[in-house]
């Protein structure tokens, strides 16, 4: 107990909690066929080098009204029972993390987040409009994108219904997550580099995102302070005002009275807003997105669904007698089947693939800001310091010592380098949400 009071104060214990959100869909989902599901919780333990280790996964099934509660924690062992009933329970907690990725961290929040922003620029602000024209880029395709997602990917027996565990209660999860709180790993720190002190020194997400973060926030204040030059002008921008009022109270109607929202009367405060919608459009959207199929493609690294439920709940003699004696068969009933795997891959590839047309964050200035010498010299900064960007990452990537991010057999980690070829490359942030 002292050892994990120790772990816990040091700041070196992190859960994947997933308990309370699957525990009302478990007995839902194991309705559907082929199909199963758990309320899980994944303990890890933050090594000295920055990497974490799996050291318990916690599965449970709710009661219902013919059977009580069953739960069950798995721990690595030695044996060949324990090892195999720790690598089936990791591939549940692997799937759960899969759809929470694609409904939530992917389709939740980048490519729904972005669009009351974009309908309410475009019902309120001019196309001539200071901040219209800098957050216009990273509107580019995104309503189009949506539209096909609605029709082919988030669908009604569309692929993520039937690849992904939530099956038909897909988007019914996504709208449930809709007003949790949102995860963080750090802390804010004046003292530490840009503002925050990671809980975690390796991460490369935030590593590299804080960066690229920082190029956008000082671009995005070049910008503002040029066309508002105090606050008052912030205040009596009726275009922004109406923009502003509109993405609180229609766009985000049932959250109109939160506390949190953010006010606009301050150039401050307007830089901190626009600064957010343009990383979620680029950074925070190429992160989730285009590093799909370098993880995903293979499915057993990550698996998105699972078909059949532990051996060991309630086992009967024949179930248990083929895990003892066929254990890899157990694992490929697992598994998602090959119909739905071969569909994962191709639909990964295509999510995972740049355009030959895409437009990446700093690559063009907009035309019309040529003719403007204090916005062509920001945005020529930004470019320099995106340019800088990339070549930090190509030196922490070959760093032996950042062990989340190089290493014998480790993928370097590539996904906010801003600028790509065309293809499945693993790396280039474009402007907007277009796949």
Not at 177 to 194: C, F, N, P, Q, S
Not at 407 to 422: F, H, N, Q, R, T
């Amino acid at each position: 107990m002292d050892v994990c009071m120790q772990a816990l104060e040091n700041k070196r214990l992190f859960m994947l909690d997933y308990h309370d959100l699957l525990l009302p869909y478990v007995n839902k989902v194991r309705e559907l066929d082929d199909s199963t599901l758990y309320a899980s919780r994944t303990l890890f333990f933050l090594n000295d080098d920055s990497t974490l280790r799996p050291v318990a996964i916690e599965l449970t099934r709710p009661q219902d009204v013919n059977r009580p509660q069953w739960r069950q924690v798995f721990t690595p062992g030695y044996d060949a029972t324990s090892c195999w009933l720790w690598s089936l329970a990791k591939t549940h907690a692997i799937t759960h993390d899969a759809g929470y990725h694609q409904l939530i961290s992917h389709w939740l929040r980048t490519h729904c987040c972005m669009e009351p922003y974009i309908i309410a620029a475009n019902r309120q602000l001019s196309a001539m409009h200071p901040i219209y024209r800098l957050l216009h880029p990273h509107f580019r395709y995104t309503m189009e994108i949506n539209a096909r997602g609605r029709q082919s990917l988030v669908n009604a027996g569309g692929i993520i219904e039937s690849c992904f565990w939530p099956g038909k209660y897909s988007l019914e999860l996504s709208s449930d997550v809709y007003d949790k709180l949102w995860r963080g790993l750090a802390v804010e720190d004046e003292t530490a580099e840009h503002g925050v002190r990671l809980t975690i020194p390796d991460y490369p997400f935030a590593t590299d995102g804080l960066m690229l973060w920082d190029a956008l926030k000082e671009w995005v204040t070049d910008y503002v302070n040029h066309y508002y030059p105090n606050a008052e002008q912030v205040k009596l921008d009726e275009e922004l005002q109406g923009w502003w009022s509109e993405v609180r109270n229609i766009g985000h109607g049932d959250k109109k009275n939160e506390p949190w929202w953010p006010v606009l009367k301050t150039q401050d405060d307007l830089i901190e807003v626009v600064t957010t919608i343009a990383w979620v459009a680029s950074g925070h959207h190429a992160a989730v997105n285009f590093g799909q199929y370098g993880y995903g493609g293979y499915f057993p690294n990550r698996p998105t669904t699972s078909r059949i439920k532990m051996p060991v709940e309630e086992p009967t003699e024949e179930e248990l007698k083929e895990f003892y004696e066929d254990p890899e068969k157990t694992m490929l009933k697992t598994f998602p089947s090959k119909k739905q795997a071969t569909k994962l891959m191709l639909t990964l590839d295509l999510l995972s693939t740049h355009s030959p047309d895409e437009e990446y964050l700093g690559e063009n200035a907009e035309a019309s800001w040529a003719h403007e010498p204090v916005i062509y010299a920001a945005y020529e900064r930004f470019k320099g310091k995106l340019q800088y960007l990339e070549g930090v990452i190509d030196e922490r990537n070959v760093d032996v010592a950042l062990k989340n991010r190089a290493g014998a057999g480790v993928v370097k980690y590539e996904l906010l380098k801003p600028i790509s070829e065309p293809g499945l490359t693993g790396m280039g942030v474009p402007n907007s949400v277009s796949i």
